[in-house]
């Protein structure tokens, strides 16, 4: 396989998944003929037409609810919200039925759905096109979220996603769309849901991530090495939820230091699950207090001023160096 | 460039066959034979006999609280007779006559009602969702629904019914449009009691009819008068058979009395006159029917003294038995409430159930979580 972007990998994924399996649905606004508004569902629609790339009315709980309708019909569909900053006209549909249908029917109706979701800052958008929301879907019952990192964990993880039995919401961070390019496989594969990837070993930090915010991880970990001489073990948790506690642990046991980084807000943010898990499994291995870089408690600033709520590799650096020297 | 009236391409209409005495519309009646009459007839009244006794059973404490049914069993067995077992029934939570006609078991609804998700789960053999709750959610389901057998072909319909307070809803607007723009086979029916909660309908909208709103939607829509069985098999008969062909969703408003309070820790005299509640009861659908009936000669008093002999007999055996079942696992079990989040329990939750056992002092290894796919691979 050729090199390609995030946008192209999960078209791919789209494209694949759509022609494995004739129940995948795709749904959502302007996905048809305009392909979606980042581009995201090029071909899908020229290839199998309305009956199954449906141009929604605009209307979030109108599309997850009909989603949760279809999956309990039997199909799979992939419904679209055009930005996660919208999700909330849809989220009672999520809360109430998509993570219940499961548990309220001891089994009996299922709702294989999977929710896409343009999520996140750095594209300097008009208000309410920059959230990141997560926790919120991590701290509803029933269902599983997933965040990729790059073009390779976006196919994969969107695979994973559709072939899930229960509901899984996929969030897309747009500022990675067409950030990078890498290599994907030429055959199909599959992330499992609810494991973290070790993506560089180290003995003295562990650095912990998911997302748009992979790339200051990266970044943090490349100076870190070059000026400080630390081999930071990072961490990419790819799914929120379930989350990956061994992972988490092994890492925290061997290096005694950690950092969370991510774009959401701090307050019972994903860092603060983290932390509570290292605090209930490993706090003896801790050499100094975890530290968080994640946005701040503010709702994220219209685009003048969203590069300074955004964590970067100098910010995650500076809390690095606080853990390692404590 | 003139400034005139615009003429719409719809209209609606009102319906009704018995009226409140049981005098029938000799055009209008449908026909339908004695057996099934009088079968319809037996199952309002075990509808109508189920919801006296589970008020009882609230009374005295032997279930929770729960939204009384009465006085809506022509709506909701009207309609549900028109489906195969194979086309989806998605109710709101007033539809007893309904959920029992399907094949849900009364053993299975006490459950319900006394507390255990159990209860919600559907029988086989039948495409029913379970009580929803949350106001006119459901109806969305039903519009995937409807949209899903477009795209599958395999000409089923949805029925799914809703309150008038639903009906200011904003969900109840997208799934009326999402079923109108494509052209999904879902029938709406409307069970407009009048009352959402203690707020009229006068309060929850400023136009003449919920069916009128059809117009808008771009749907054939109909009211009927819902004390009228007769009327509302007509009118969702007719909206299955235009689904089923390819003409798409149908509104129809089923005007009813909520005779009962909203639910039973409601006190309506707070809000409504009790000669208003019984202006309604001269007019409500059994026994409208009853004498339909026996005018037709279908049915008699003997008859009825018989089908409640043995209604009473079921119920009370339903009753012993859910009882009994609230007794043994899985109902007894409380880690069962971890057993089927997920098709496979996720470490938290596996460790949160150990949690839970430990602390109820419970054995894990004698309570397996016992959700389908976990077990399956376990023996594999």
New interface residues.
Partial sequence: MPEMNMAKAINLALHEAMDRDSRV?VMGEDIGPDEGVFRVTEGLWKKHGE??V?D??L?E??I????????????R?VAEIQFAGFEYYAF??IE??AGRY?????????VPMVLRCPSGGGIRAIEHHSESREAIYAHS??L?VVIPSGPRSARALLHAAIQ???PVIYYEPKALYRLFKENVPETIETLPI?RAQVIQEGSEITLISYGATVRAMIDAAEILEEEDGVKAEMIDLLSIA??D??TILNSVRKTGRCVVIHEGPRTCGIGSEVVARINEGALLYLEAPIKRVTGYDVPIPYFAREKAYLPDGDKVVSAAREVLSF | MPRKPIELPMQVEYMSILDDTGEVDKELEPKVEAAQLKDMFRWMLYARRVDERLLKLQRQGRIGTFPQATGHEAISLGSAINLKPDDWHVPAYRELAGFLYRGWTLEGILIYWMGFEEGARPPEGVNDTPIAVPIASQLLHAAGMGMAANIVGDKKVVMTYFGDGATSEGDCHEALNFASVFQAPVIFVCLNNQYAISVPLSKQMHCETIVQRAVAYGMPGIKVDGNDILAVYVATKEAVERARSGGGPTLVECLTYRYTPHTTADDPSRYRSDEETQRWVAKEPLIRFEKYLKNKNVLNDADIKKMDEEIEVRINEAIIAAEEATKKPPLSDPLAMFDYLYADLPQNLQEQREELAKALGLNTSETEPRNAATSARRGA
Wanted: charged share 20%.
């Fill in positions: 649905i009956k199954r449906i929604t009315p209307a709980s109108g997850v609810g009909a989603a949760i309708g279809m999956a309990l019909y039997g199909l569909p009672h549909q109430m039925h499961r548990n309220r029917t001891r089994g009996k109706l299922t019952p029933g599983k899930d039995p229960d609810g379930p989350l506690t061994e």
